[in-house]
């Protein structure tokens, strides 16, 4: 059974930091591409970063520069350092790995309704100004 577990959400104020962590099992965290969606109310789930297997990282434009996706191996961790946090950021952040797979990180990360996933539970972040 695939667990993926968030970790790491929390509130800050308008141009601080958090990161993300994902645990995974060794098997999906190895073989699959992995990433981060997030959803904010009243909203539908949107990418936010994606790596694949080899290492290849694709961003969403509106965290471009701020955010960077990396792994670690050793602890079959997923990672998402979130810098100068803006307001619109504040969502529920779900980890995610591709079933399907997608084409490419860029198609997985903007046709979400078209992608089968694994997903975690989520875990909150909350941005005020």
């Known amino acids: 059974q695939v667990q993926l577990v968030e970790s790491g959400g929390g509130s800050v104020q308008a141009g601080g930091s958090l990161r993300l962590s994902c645990a995974a099992s060794?098997?999906?965290?190895?073989?699959?591409?992995m990433g981060w969606f997030r959803q904010a109310p009243g909203k539908e789930r949107e990418g936010v970063a994606a790596?694949?297997?080899?290492?290849?990282?694709s961003y969403v434009d509106s965290v471009k520069g701020r955010f960077t996706i990396s792994k670690d191996n050793a602890n079959n961790t997923l990672y998402l350092q979130m810098n100068s946090l803006k307001p619109e950021d504040t969502a529920m952040y779900y980890c995610a790995a591709d079933k399907t797979p997608a084409s490419s990180n860029w198609y997985w990360l903007n046709f979400v309704s078209r992608v089968n996933n694994y997903w975690g539970q989520g875990t909150q972040v909350t941005v005020s100004s």
């Open positions: 060794g098997y999906i965290f190895t073989n699959y591409r």
């Open positions: 790596i694949d297997s080899r290492g290849s990282t």
